[in-house]
């Protein structure tokens, strides 16, 4: 898995969230960049390393809720 991504709000959910290796078939793309941050690493939950230097644990769906840049 790379290391970054530009994830937006619009990017598609995928309707299965369980792939290890991240979400099958989801492209690295416009409307698709969550793909590289949606991976079931921890029980359909992933460790998010924040700005603030904290560290959450943030369920997939969650994902989208998440404010990713400034814009």
Same mark, same amino acid.
């Given at each position: 898995?790379?290391? $970054?991504?530009?994830?937006?709000? #619009?990017?598609?959910?995928?309707?299965?969230?369980?792939?290890? =290796? +991240?979400?099958?078939?989801?492209?690295?793309?416009? $409307?698709?960049?969550?793909?590289? #941050?949606?991976?079931?690493?921890?029980?359909?939950?992933?460790? =998010? +390393?924040?700005?603030?230097?904290?560290?959450?644990?943030?369920?997939?769906?969650?994902?989208?809720?998440?404010?990713?840049?400034?814009?």
């Amino acid at each position: 898995m790379w290391v $970054g991504s530009w994830p937006f709000d #619009f990017d598609a959910v995928p309707d299965d969230v369980t792939g290890e =290796i +991240g979400y099958p078939g989801y492209p690295h793309a416009e $409307g698709y960049f969550m793909g590289r #941050f949606c991976i079931d690493r921890h029980k359909k939950a992933i460790n =998010i +390393g924040f700005v603030s230097s904290s560290v959450e644990r943030v369920y997939l769906e969650e994902l989208w809720t998440l404010k990713w840049h400034m814009n």
